[in-house]
Each structure stands twice: as structure tokens, then as C-alpha cells.
């Protein structure tokens, strides 16, 4: 399927840009900062790309697009996963202590920790396995999605010190894909 290997070509090219980045010394006075917060846009805007399928779908009738959602959602994992290991490992070395510290006092890190914990048993009941065996309870479990990416956006935002354009921008396109979803839950019900 086409759209496939177009998600794979998006989910990948961040990573091969910074390192390309790397290689060329263009990450920057901070490199590993300038990486973290690359991994973490990415994150962000995969994970929002994915709660885009769903109303797209609906829109366009184009119903073959819910196939790459599961993709596009495993990358966003995949670049949450990133930012917390550049995070742990080359920004604060593993050193544990600090890391807690961190988590406690800076309420950023705190909603940044709590996304990724609502990411972690969506991304390992994303199989067709887990998904037969939930049946039903799979969607309610993965409506943690709105929630994670409602943290993510607020993480972002408070991350920033001064310029706050792209993550309210985030929060704008979050909540329009969540405003999105209204009507149609009204329309079923009222089918029903």
C-alpha cells in the first residue's frame, strides 16, 4: 500500500536528517538538547497525525487510510522512545537520583513522564493478537491516546520558555481533532 510506505518514509526521515545533522556538525552549540527536542517534536506530531485518521477518514471516505494509524502510532512510540533515552542516557547520564529529582520538581518533566506511561501499553497491545484477545476493551484502553497527547501537547508547552507558537499550535490541532470526534459520537448514538 502506498500510504504505508509513505508513513515509513515520514517516520524515518526525521531520524535520518539528524543524523545527517550530526555527522555535518549542524546539531548545534548542544547537540544532545537540539536532539532531545527533535526526538520529542516528532513524537508529538506523529502522535498527532494519528488521532488525524480517524476524522479524515470520515471526511474524505478514503476508508483505507485507518491501515497506517497503527504505524503512524508505533513511530510516535518509537520517537517517545528516543526522547526519554536521550533524556536518561546523554542528557542526565543515568544518573537516577537527579532523574527523580527532575520528574518531582519540574512538573514539564512530570506530564512528559505521564504521556509516555500512557504510551507504553498502547504501543504493546498495538498487535493483532492483543486486539483479539481485549475485543472490546482494546479501544477503550486505547482511548488513553487523547490523554497522552493532551499531556504531550501541555509538555511542550511548558517546556518552552518564550516563544510558544508551535506548541499552541499543537494544542490548536489537538483540539480540533478531538472537537472533530464530537459530532460523529453524537450521529452514532442518535443512529442507534
Known amino acids: 500500500m502506498m500510504a504505508k510506505s509513505v508513513v515509513w518514509l515520514l517516520g524515518l526521515a526525521p531520524i535520518l536528517w539528524a543524523g545527517i545533522r550530526f555527522a555535518t556538525d549542524g546539531l548545534g552549540a548542544n547537540p544532545i538538547e537540539e536532539a532531545l527536542h527533535l526526538a520529542g517534536r516528532w513524537a508529538l506530531v506523529l502522535l498527532l497525525t494519528g488521532l488525524s485518521v480517524t476524522p479524515l477518514r470520515r471526511i474524505s471516505g478514503w476508508n483505507r487510510i485507518i491501515k497506517v494509524r497503527r504505524l503512524l502510532g508505533l513511530f510516535a512510540f518509537f520517537y517517545a522512545c528516543l526522547h526519554l533515552l536521550i533524556y ?22 512530570t506530564v512528559g513522564a505521564g504521556a509516555f506511561l500512557l504510551l507504553v501499553p498502547l504501543a504493546v497491545t498495538s498487535t493483532k493478537g492483543w486486539i483479539r484477545r481485549l475485543g472490546r476493551r482494546w479501544q477503550r484502553l486505547h482511548r488513553l491516546v487523547y490523554l497522552a ?24 490541532v489537538l483540539a480540533g481533532l478531538l472537537l472533530a470526534r464530537v459530532p460523529w459520537r453524537r450521529l452514532r448514538r442518535t443512529k442507534g
Open 88 to 109: 536518561l542516557g546523554l542528557d542526565q547520564g543515568f544518573a537516577w537520583s537527579f532523574i527523580v529529582e527532575d520528574v518531582v520538581e519540574r512538573p514539564f518533566i
Open 149 to 172: 497527547a493532551t499531556l504531550g501537547a501541555l509538555h511542550f508547552y511548558w517546556k518552552v520558555k518564550a516563544d510558544t507558537f508551535w506548541p499552541l499550535v499543537a494544542a490548536m
